[in-house]
């Protein structure tokens, strides 16, 4: 799947055709008016549904339509490597590339080699045995709601500014130290999803998420006590001295 930014990559395409430049036939193209447009959880979706590689062509940094939209993709661009390695989705089949309306065989040379990239790592590792890999597409679902949580989400939004004004103290923050965040987000929205995950079927205890998730109980009665402040989560009885927790399909999805 190919998302190309309206004003410089997809005219970059349409020159590649007028030219006639030939390149592999693979990539289906969704024009977008900005690459920044494309959040971390699209691109997940998109290996969800069996696509073997995704491709975000934008201007070149410095000369965005929209002045920021492709510094805000490059850093959205961050986050979906991040999670597709946390999930086990080799993060080359993941490519941005910045292609303005005059480089119509960089589009081709750039799409050539995004396929022979995808060609040699083999099919989307969900269905690459011709049945779905059922472990797999749950780490997916699960960071493709990771990308969704709203401090990622402000966070990446304001990275720039972070960057060049510092705190709300007038700290200054490194990006050094803006990544080790990300990391810390992630891998406690993981968690957390999971946990949210393990209780959709039935009511369970802390003891059976702990098993299912495989992580120390104290972790998980931290992580529920957040999803009970957050509404996400509803303690609905006891099995013995252990309370047993629930959430509905509609939280998780």
């Not at 490194?174 to 209780?199: G, P």
Request: charged share 25%.
């Amino acid at each position: 799947m190919g998302f190309l930014c309206n004003w410089c990559s997809y005219t970059g395409a349409d020159l590649t055709g007028v030219s006639r430049i030939q390149y592999p036939p693979n990539i289906r193209v969704v024009r977008v008016m900005c690459s920044g447009r494309i959040d971390p959880a699209i691109v997940i979706e998109m290996f969800i549904h069996g696509y073997d590689g995704v491709f975000i062509g934008g201007c070149h940094l410095g000369d965005c339509h929209y002045e920021k939209g492709n510094y805000h993709a490059e850093k959205k661009g961050l986050i979906t490597t991040k999670l597709l390695e946390k999930v086990g989705i080799e993060p080359e089949r993941f490519r941005i590339e910045w292609i303005s309306a005059s480089e119509g065989q960089k589009f081709a040379d750039t799409v050539s080699e995004v396929v022979k990239t995808i060609r040699e790592l083999g099919k989307n590792p969900i269905y690459a045995d011709g049945q779905q890999n059922l472990e797999l597409l749950t780490r997916l679902y699960v960071a493709r709601n990771v990308a969704k949580d709203f401090r990622l989400r402000v966070i990446v939004g304001r990275e720039m500014d972070l960057l060049d004004r510092g705190d709300a103290f007038q700290r200054p923050v490194s990006e050094d130290k803006l990544h080790q965040f990300y990391d810390r987000i992630i891998d406690m929205e993981f968690m957390r999803q999971q946990i949210l995950l393990t209780t959709i079927d039935e009511p369970v205890s802390v003891k059976d998420i702990a098993t299912f998730i495989d992580e120390p109980s104290y972790m998980v009665l931290r992580h529920i006590t957040t999803l009970l402040d957050r509404g996400l989560l509803t303690m609905v009885g006891m099995r013995d001295t252990s309370p047993l927790y629930f959430t509905s399909r509609e939280v998780f999805s």
